[in-house]
């Protein structure tokens, strides 16, 4: 290698500021490239992480659930799903009997009782007392009400003995039992304690020597204890085998003459079915603006390029006029630069993957998968190296060896006559519309609307058109800024000029600039809305961190709450005697503020509310209603007429839907006694509410938890989208920084030289310090004004639109964005101020030298 | 002695004409220049500013394509060639020195390391010490070896540019106004240097209005607006006759 090469990387230390912006350029390129990767494979990791719920512990591989088998059917099914899961990469298998309810006779009394077994089973439930010897376990309850004594014998003696009394098991189902629930837990709703126990029996032999008083089963169920798949590949994969191991059991059984005895299935396809479209929509949806984004950071590789292309134009041209050709001056390039650009680009990859939990979706990615985004990033850095290269070797082919070129400005401006905003806004008007169709069909059951990830991109669609139209006024107007006559005010006319004289850079700065100002209000507003509105749907829904259902006695206070469940917690009751009357709540007016979700009220106004209709007049009852479309007052009966005191939206509990509020304090306790039905809201979590419930005996039917209310993925997916768009735009502004550095220091030698000419007319530095302010804060003014206008007016118009759960209440409101344009003004101020400093710093040091070959 | 200027010419301008587009039309930068410049002896390109003489010595030196004639070199038609051969003329018989002194050298590399450079870039990857040691010498930079260049002064950087191409053994050096930018006492230390290259077997062609550098020459070309004004040879300059 000539001398010339080998010595490049030290010429490259002879601007350390080069160096390091050269660094940071390569660094957030590939960690663009390989953060879109990487933020996709964790969309997925997450969606399945966020699945994992929806399906019990024991159903994330195969399944198997045979009804009305007779015991020796249930043993073959049993064997051979033991046979043949080891082929498929699973473990043993759990079986789990089930017999229908029958009756017994434990002592002198027979009792209704359904027999149960499972492998393992008694070591996921809670002994009360006795031994763990094989026989039976009796449930506390059946065991307490009836005073039944350890060693009994059930059946005259035909059942093995009782060795254990447990605790009984209670809604909502402990994880172990969670796909056995309805053979394992009583409904107490339904059956009483001497009608429907569960009797354990402790080991296989136990249950087969008390099951012969049963001809049938009503429930066999084959399942493979294994925690939760952690990445949507891990999932697929053993989806896959357990309909491999699924198809060779039916087929097994079908060859003993067993066909169709066992239905088998595999619970989780459906969520990695929702997962794998989580995926794609996150993927599909970030994609667009991160190839853009890349492509931003490989120019910026070119301008580099060309940047050294200036610096080093002496160096060129003696190489050039010594025979060295164009690829080898762009090699000269590569190796001075090289070397900076591959470090920032390796840190960039370990960035971008060091970082991932700060900015990624909460989800696991296997190793191929990083790998795989380390090679996007190495691709983005090949690419950043080739365009190096490539520039610095054209340039050089122009200048040296073609000579002078005709409609060389022709060419060059020819992309600035593509009407570029004409595509991103048919691309944002498209996405409107199919915003349109979003949400508006999901329903519980099926709560992944269909998104088209064109509609994803929709609000980033519409910063660039506006980015590209502010662009090219900014390039007509500062075109047409020779007619300024500003001469009065010199400040102002030099920094038209210094715009105008570097429009090219100025525009596409401003570009860069206001894409960051707008992706990162756009991407919060959308983001956080969508964090928002899903705790507020939930809370609303709910009415509170959790809610169980309690009896009359329990409501109007003649049965005192359980202790663990008396601080926290308010009682709402309701009138709903039929589908479509507005549902009439009546709320406790000194512990529902506390307790009940009402971060989208104010709390002083909520209070003051509560408090007026706590007095009634008499004749009437005071009532707040609730819904956008509010219904009449219903007539209830045993109530007053309800008079409207104010109007709400919404309400805790009643979501949006038709309704009114009355104060519990208006009531007298007749009128309490005629509220139908009653519900605990408790601000903390649901288990601990159920455990007070359950450890005091009192029935609580419909326990939910704000946690596990609502599906929570198309809330994630549009936060996950947005929140690698906030990412893009925090990227973009590093960018739009570092070119605006760029763009003074390579004006530097022209800067200086107008200071010094300038200076020497006598012009005073504060003014030429004020000519810098007004160039660079144009720029940075324009960009951040445009940017926050247009990101907050997008965020507001679409958080709407992204809401993925339209039927309930509240709809998605922008957050509060104060922060963020306060944060954003401010460091455009100091951006501006450091980069105005720097130019007449540069200015200011000049040497003579310098000055004279400018 | 140098050769008789009548002897076979290096270059063999013919009805050069180049142009150059601008925003008003295309501008001539040289019209119809017919010129023969000999292969030893130095011939300067003299004329007042936007005369032609840095156009005429880009065209020279293999950075420009007239639009219109030929230019031959040692009988080669440059128009014909390609890129490639092109610059294998340019790597192995043409040597090209600025006329800002800095440019001519490769600021990361020592007083030596520039010769060994220049050297290397011409294909002679074996750069003897001695011979380094006596180009320095003949420069009058002895003692400098691993300087940096920077701490050259600016007549010292262009006898050391005049070293480069020494150093190349190109048998044609191409100079652009090399005393331009230094002071008297470094000018006329450069023009001793271009004295005994003039002395040597090679092909001198210097652009320059420095008229000591013009008392130098063996063929003077006279240029004024882009066309060629005069020629004379060093006997005739002598007398103050110029040919056209």
Redesign the interface.
């Known amino acids: 290698m000539?001398?010339?090469w080998r010595?490049?990387p030290?010429?490259a230390l002879?601007s350390p500021l080069v160096v390091l912006i050269t660094a940071a350029t390569a660094l957030l390129t590939c960690f663009l490239a390989t953060a879109t990767s990487l933020h996709t494979s964790a969309a997925a990791g997450a969606a399945i992480a966020d699945r994992a719920g929806s399906v019990c512990e024991d159903q994330y591989g195969p399944f198997f659930n045979a009804r009305s088998l007779t015991p020796s059917e249930a043993a073959l099914v049993a064997d051979t799903v033991r046979t043949r899961a080891p082929e498929h990469g699973f473990g043993r298998p759990v079986v789990g009997l089930y017999t229908p309810v029958g009756a017994a006779e434990f002592g002198d009394e027979t009792y209704r009782f359904r027999l149960a077994y499972r492998d393992g089973g008694v070591d996921d439930l809670e002994l009360l007392r006795g031994t763990r010897d094989s026989g039976l376990w009796v449930g506390s309850e059946l065991a307490d009400a009836e005073n039944m004594p350890l060693g009994t014998r059930a059946h005259g003696g035909a059942l093995p003995p009782t060795t254990g009394v447990y605790r009984d098991l209670r809604l909502p189902a402990p994880g172990p039992w969670c796909s056995a629930r309805d053979m394992t837990i009583t409904n107490r709703l339904v059956d009483h304690i001497e009608t429907g126990a569960i009797v354990f029996a402790t080991d296989r032999d136990a249950f087969d020597r008390a099951v012969t008083h049963f001809d049938r089963l009503e429930r066999t169920v084959v399942s493979f204890r294994a925690p939760p798949p952690s990445t949507l590949d891990e999932a697929e994969d053993r989806a896959a085998r357990a309909r491999a191991l699924i198809a060779d059991v039916d087929a097994d059984l079908r060859a003993r003459g067993h066909a169709d005895l066992v239905h088998g299935s595999v619970p989780f396809q459906r969520s990695i079915d929702l997962a794998g479209r989580a995926e794609s929509n996150v993927g599909l949806s970030i994609l667009p603006l991160a190839i853009l984004a890349v492509l931003v950071g490989c120019a910026g590789a070119g301008m580099l390029g060309v940047q050294w292309y200036q610096r080093r134009y002496?160096?060129i041209?003696?190489?050039?006029?010594?025979?060295?050709?164009p690829g080898a001056v762009g090699l000269l390039a590569l190796a001075e630069l090289g070397l900076p650009v591959t470090l920032g680009g390796a840190a960039g990859i370990l960035l971008a993957r060091v970082l991932l939990p700060a900015y990624g979706p909460p989800g696991t990615i296997e190793s191929a998968e990083t790998w795989a985004a380390a090679a996007g990033g190495g691709a983005a850095l090949a690419l950043s190296l080739l365009l190096l290269v490539s520039i610095v070797a054209l340039r050089a082919?122009r200048e040296?060896?073609r000579?002078?070129a005709?409609s060389r400005r022709l060419r060059s401006r020819l992309p600035a006559y593509v009407p570029w905003e004409l595509g991103t806004a048919a691309v944002a008007w498209a996405g409107w519309l199919r915003l349109a169709e979003y949400g508006g069909t999901s329903r519980l059951g099926d709560p992944l609307p269909q998104v088209d990830p064109l509609a994803l991109t929709y609000p980033v669609a519409v910063v660039l058109t506006v980015g590209i139209v502010t662009a090219r006024v900014a390039f007509v107007l500062l075109r047409l800024s020779h007619r300024a006559r500003l001469w009065s005010r010199p400040p102002l006319q030099l920094a038209i000029r210094r715009l105008a004289g570097a429009r090219a850079a100025v525009v596409g700065v401003l570009v860069v600039t206001m894409l960051a100002v707008g992706t990162l209000a756009v991407g919060t507003g959308v983001s956080e809305g969508q964090r928002g509105a899903l705790e507020n749907k939930t809370g609303m829904y709910v009415g509170a961190e959790s809610s169980v259902d309690v009896g009359r006695s329990v409501g109007t206070g003649e049965t005192p709450l359980p202790a663990g469940a008396r601080t926290g917690t308010s009682l709402v009751g309701r009138f709903n005697y039929t589908a479509g009357e507005p549902t009439v709540a009546v709320v406790d007016p000194e512990t529902f503020t506390g307790v009940a979700w009402t971060r989208t009220f104010d709390d002083a106004r909520l209070r003051a509310l509560l408090e007026r209709i706590s007095a009634p007049d008499g004749r009437q009852l005071p009532a707040l209603r609730v819904g956008a479309h509010p219904a009449a007052p219903p007539e209830v009966a045993g109530l007053p007429p309800l008079d409207v005191a104010a109007d709400l939206d919404t309400f805790p509990l009643l979501s949006g839907e038709p309704g009114y509020v009355v104060s519990r304090d208006a009531l007298t306790d007749a009128q309490l006694a005629e509220v139908p039905q009653w519900t605990v809201l408790s601000s903390g979590p649901l288990r601990d509410l159920t455990r007070a419930f359950s450890d005091a005996g009192m029935v609580h039917p419909n326990a939910e938890s704000r946690a596990d209310v609502l599906d929570a993925l198309p809330f994630h997916v549009v936060d996950w989208t947005f929140s690698f768009v906030t990412l893009l735009g925090l990227v973009l502004a590093v960018v739009a920084i570092l070119a605006l550095v760029v763009a003074v220091e390579t004006r530097r030698r022209q800067n200086a030289l107008a200071a010094t000419l300038l200076v020497r007319m006598g012009m005073r530095p504060a003014t030429l310090l004020r000519s810098h302010l007004a160039e660079l804060g144009a720029i940075g003014g324009l960009a951040t004004v445009a940017g926050v206008a247009t990101g907050v007016t997008v965020a507001a118009i679409s958080v709407r639109r992204f809401d993925p759960v339209r039927w309930l209440a509240p709809v998605p409101e922008l957050p509060d964005l104060a922060g963020l344009i306060v944060s954003v003004v401010a460091v455009s101020t100091v951006v501006v101020l450091l980069t105005a400093l720097l130019a007449v710093r540069s200015a200011r040091t000049t040497t003579p030298?310098e000055l004279?070959?400018a | 002695m140098p050769e008789s200027p009548t002897a076979t010419p290096a270059y063999r301008l013919r009805s050069v004409c180049v142009d150059y587009p601008t925003p008003a039309g295309p501008v001539s930068g040289a019209r119809d220049i017919t010129l023969d410049i000999p292969s030893t002896g130095m011939t300067v390109l003299a004329g007042p500013s936007g005369s032609g003489k840095s156009t005429l010595l880009r065209v020279l030196g293999l950075f420009e394509r007239p639009d219109r004639g030929t230019v031959e070199l040692d009988g080669t038609d440059l128009a014909r060639l390609s890129h490639r051969r092109r610059r294998a003329l340019r790597r192995g018989r043409i040597s090209l020195v600025f006329q800002n002194p800095v440019d001519n050298l490769l600021p990361q590399l020592s007083v030596a390391g520039n010769l060994r450079a220049a050297a290397e870039s011409a294909g002679r990857h074996r750069y003897p010490d001695d011979e380094l040691g006596d180009v320095l010498e003949d420069l009058g930079l002895d003692g400098t070896g691993e300087w940096s260049v920077t701490a050259l002064s600016g007549g010292q950087q262009q006898r050391l540019a005049f070293g480069c191409a020494l150093a190349r053994r190109t048998p044609v050096i191409l100079a652009d106004e090399p005393t331009s930018q230094l002071d008297d006492t470094s000018a006329t230390r450069v023009l001793d240097v271009l004295r005994r290259l003039a002395d040597r077997d090679l092909t001198v062609v210097v652009t320059s209005h420095d008229g000591r550098l013009i008392d130098l020459a063996t063929r003077v070309v006279r240029l004024r607006d882009g066309a060629l004004h005069a020629v004379a040879d060093e006997a005739e300059a002598e007398k103050g006759h110029d040919t056209v």
């Not at chain 1, 041209?317 to 050709?325: D, E, M, Q, V």
Request: aromatic share 4%.
């Open positions: 000539p001398l010339a010595t490049a030290r010429a002879s002496a160096v041209r003696l190489l050039a006029a010594r025979g060295h050709g082919h040296f060896q000579g002078r005709a030298a004279l070959r």
